[in-house]
């Protein structure tokens, strides 16, 4: 490994740093087109599903660890920026007290809706105007776990490359396609081809449990404090209901997404 | 509603507003025993369960409504304090800047394992080591969704009392009965009546659909990093694993606990 060029930054006010720790703000982020994933079992993920860091930072003195230099290697096999710096430069960067020892800065990939290659899943997750970018990175790692195509994300949405959407998917968000477009590119886009579009709804609903579920089947999800608008719930293929047995009337976003992608799942799978 | 006796509080450093400030410490708020929740949705909810705040907090421009008058003479019934306060005040108490117009400030619950009616539902969810509070908030509204008797936290878990938890839980800290207990306090406990313990677990473990739930089930989940140790799982009458598609080997504890919840429904309600 010795011959891999790495740059040792030990300064607070290093432009760099500067840079790096500005990318935990959205703004700066999006016309950097850049993010920060951290912690060597993400950047491995990342690695593995063809994704490396444009900059690799690390603690200077850090434990030993193969795949960490399989790591460095390969980001410095691509031209990639290997940065030493302290322990106390990664807690800047990160925002969190108890930095990673390896923190990693991609490019945004693109989430244009022609970008998603549909063949790739039976089961889609989408999301409109989700708010909390810690349950965009959860219904990530669902889509991760019941092997979906990818995440779409409708309207406003938090970002999916915030450092608590990227912590909160535990990697999916590499392994994932994610898309981003507003309704009205979304309905002509997902009507170009096969696909059900199923939303959780009180309107005019069937029971979740055994629907008839096709694949690909788009799951949609509304808004954390309002729900779906009724003309998207109006748009769907099916609408199925959940058993609400308390006072509440709705589950957490994420929840819902993930015990009806798991009902799908078993329909889709038969 | 004139006779109600109303105090107005305008000074930041005014020693009420300290002492319902410092109750977001998780320390103040254990050696007080008291917590907060706001929102009169929240707090309306609190009071329809027979749970009424000891202290009010109100912004002293408001609009009117008639679920805040209801619960302001409630609360001035049961010789409760009734605070008139500023905006500023109430972001200041809260920590959030779009503060609710109400605050409640409530005495915590007898949250021993004694304290609770094992009668009151066919499922409980039993959370173990769980670190993250809107996790726990995430998993006491799914608990009332599926009408759950209540949420069992086992060794050192998040605090169900932090405002985070009372926020996600969106009203089921007050719908649903909470324990706290170590694990060698919860088997004796659990072995003394009819239950079963089910676990998602790797080890020795059927599908999680269609498994053989019986009723009163016991859905146990482990801490977000570390699962469950194993002599936790050996300990369990029924192992089920759920589907993992992709790279990661886990769900979102919430998640993982929501899907196993509303499958042990389908098949208690049969």
Redesign the interface.
């Known amino acids: 490994m010795s011959a891999i060029e790495r740059r040792e930054i030990t300064g607070f006010s290093n432009p760099t740093v500067k840079y790096l720790r500005n990318l935990r703000d959205k703004k700066h982020r999006k016309r950097e087109g850049k993010f920060l994933a951290e912690g060597l079992r993400l950047l491995t ?1 990342a690695r ?2 063809g994704r490396l860091p444009e900059t690799l930072v690390m603690a200077g003195k850090r434990d030993a660890h193969p795949l960490l230099d399989e790591l460095e290697a390969a980001v410095a096999g691509n031209g990639g920026d290997i940065i030493e710096t302290t322990p106390d430069i990664l807690t800047k960067i990160t925002g969190k007290d108890n930095a990673q020892a390896v923190v990693g800065m991609f490019a945004e990939f693109d989430t244009s809706l022609g970008a998603l290659d549909r063949s790739r899943g039976d089961i889609w997750m989408v999301a409109q105007a989700l708010r909390d970018p ?1 349950n965009l990175g ?1 219904m990530l ?7 979906a195509g990818g995440l779409i994300l409708i309207d406003d949405c938090a970002d999916p490359f915030s450092m608590e959407a990227v912590r ?1 998917s ?3 968000v590499f ?1 994932q396609q994610i898309g981003r477009a507003t309704w009205d590119e979304f309905v002509p886009w997902l009507r170009g081809a096969d696909g059900q579009l199923v939303a959780a709804s009180l309107r005019d609903a069937v029971d979740y ?1 055994g629907a008839p579920y096709n694949a690909p089947c788009f799951v949609l999800v509304g808004n954390e404090s309002r729900g779906l608008p009724e003309a998207y719930e109006g748009e769907c293929d099916l609408r199925v209901t ?7 009337d709705s ?2 976003a ?2 819902a997404g ?2 009806l992608a ?1 009902e799908v ?2 329909a889709v ?1 038969k």
């Open positions: 993920d593995e599903c810690g959860t790692r669902t889509c991760d776990a019941v092997g909160a535990m990697g999916a392994t449990r959940m058993p609400m047995k308390g006072r509440a589950l957490n994420a929840v993930a015990v798991y799942l078993a799978e």
